[in-house]
């Protein structure tokens, strides 16, 4: 690895130390149907957001709600204490695509139809709630 290169990863890694995250790779369902269950929680406090997941009818709230609560813990771990209520929201969440099987199902005359089997890769960062100095009627 060259200077430069290294330098850039090691920059990328300090960086990575502010930030409290948890990635969930390989999840076999397609990435359309996690993002509908991810666009709910997007920006919602935490308690809030579990709370939405557990009471949601999608079979991708489980794998989300399970890995809300591992980000959580790594906020946890590295900030050496328990999270207090109305502490933390998640900031930033999002779903790559991951790889694709390709199958093949019987068609008629012979054919065969292609079945893809799609997976995808869900990333989540939590953050503490921003404290204002003054609340928004005290500005002026």
């Known amino acids: 690895m060259g200077a430069r290169k290294r330098l850039a990863a090691e920059k990328r890694k ?11 790779k ?11 269950v991810v666009d709910m ?3 919602l406090e935490v308690n809030r957001a579990l709370a939405v997941l557990r009471f949601s009818n999608k079979a ?29 929201f998640v900031s930033r969440v999002f779903v790559d695509e991951g790889v694709t099987l390709k199958r093949m199902r019987p068609a008629p005359q012979g054919r065969g139809y292609r079945i893809r ?8 960062y ?8 003054k609340p928004n009627d005290e500005k002026e």
Do not use: C
């Open 117 to 124: 089997k799609r997976s995808n890769h869900v990333t989540l």
């Open 60 to 88: 991708a709230s489980k794998d989300v709600e399970k890995l809300l609560r591992s980000a959580i813990a790594n906020w946890e771990v590295k900030n050496d204490r328990k999270a207090e209520d109305g502490e933390l």
């Open 126 to 133: 939590v953050d503490k709630i921003p404290v204002d100095t």
């Open 41 to 43: 929680v997007r920006g």
């Open 26 to 36: 390989g999840v076999p369902s397609s990435p359309r149907k996690m993002r509908y």
């Open 14 to 24: 300090a960086a990575q130390k502010n930030m409290y995250f948890a990635k969930l």
